[in-house]
Each structure stands twice: as C-alpha cells, then as structure tokens.
C-alpha cells in the first residue's frame, strides 16, 4: 500500500487562481464516477464563478460515454475528459491538480490516493475507499464523504471552491504521505518478524 513517493513529489506547488479537482479512475460503475458528476451538477447550479475550478477526470472504462453524456447533456462546462495516462503522463496531471477526488463504491485501498498526497493535492474520497482510514485527516489534508451521497460530496468539494487558500491541506497531504512508504513497510515488517521471535 505504498508508492514511489520520490516519483510523484511535487509539493512545491503554487495556490493557483483557478482550482483544479482531479479524479483518476477507471470508468467503471464502482469507482462512483456517476457520483461525482451529479455533485457538479448541484455545485454548478448554487456557484455562479465557474471560471474558478475546473474537474478532470482521467481514465477509460465501459461507463465513459455515458458519463461523457452526462455531461453535455447538463451543460457541465468546467469538466474536461482525459483518457487512459501511464504513471510518467499522469504525474504531470498531479502536478497541475489541487484537490484529488475519489468517489469509490467499492475501494480495497486506493494507491492514486498516496500519488496525489506526495503530488502535493488535497484529498476527498468517499467514506469506503481503504486509503482513508489511515491517511485522509479530516480538516487537515481533506474530507471523507458519506459514498453515494452526491450531496454530501458537493459540500466537500464547495469547502475548498470556496477557501482562498488551501495550501495548509495540500502540505499537509504531503507530510502525512512523507511517513508512508516502502522503507517504512519494511521497517514494520522487520518489527514484526522480530516480535514473532520473541
């Protein structure tokens, strides 16, 4: 449950004007995409400054059109559809993103959720993605939000539209992710086998 983290580290990012929301998944019924859209729907209904953040959601998968659909047919504008990227191209969509959505189902743990926290971004993900337990800190590097509750969502994601600047949680994301890597696995592992021969 670990990445390379040295390869993703990009925390030295500026608070841009303009927020990016990224989500990278596959478009698949259990990744929640469907989810996520309807929260922009309601956000694009309430906010009237769409030119202040922008969703890109990255990916391929059987759901793709029909969220493509979706999106044209409720006019979401500010939603831009990338494809499939391999872990060289999509360290440059972390790097240019601020906040990482994942709106999971279903999620054993979640490794995009450790590539974006030592990419520097705020986290949202939705209260059964595994990764949330030990690395999402509510208020301090992102939100859970309850999974399905498109409602709840746009309330997460309205907290960081609307906050001039989230550089504490984009920090912080990379603080808490700075103590979770492969050395530190092996140092548990090495703890542990020492305690069995005990």
Not at 19 to 34: E, H, M, P, S, W
């Amino acid at each position: 449950y670990a990445v390379n983290n040295s390869f993703f580290n990009f925390k030295d990012k500026k608070n841009p004007k303009k927020k990016i929301f990224l989500c990278v998944a596959k478009f698949q019924y259990r990744k929640g995409y469907d989810v996520l859209l309807k929260a922009i729907n309601l956000i694009n209904s309430v906010e009237h400054n769409k030119s202040n953040y922008e969703f890109w959601l990255v990916g391929d998968g059987a759901t793709k059109k029909e969220s493509i659909k979706y999106a044209k047919s409720h006019s979401l504008n500010n939603v831009k559809f990338f494809p499939f990227q391999n872990q060289k191209q999509l360290s440059v969509y972390y790097k240019k993103s601020d906040i990482f959505i994942l709106p999971s189902r279903l999620e054993p743990w979640g490794l995009v959720i450790n590539e974006a926290m030592v990419a520097g971004n705020a986290i949202i993900c939705s209260d059964v993605v595994g990764a949330s337990f030990d690395l999402v800190k509510t208020n301090i590097n992102g939100f859970k939000f309850k999974s399905e509750n498109y409602q709840d969502l746009s309330k997460k994601i309205i907290f960081f539209i609307k906050k001039k600047n989230i550089s504490k949680f984009k920090n912080n994301s990379y603080k808490i992710i700075s103590n979770w890597s492969f050395l530190e696995g092996y140092i548990g592992i090495k703890k542990a086998l020492n305690f069995i021969k005990k």
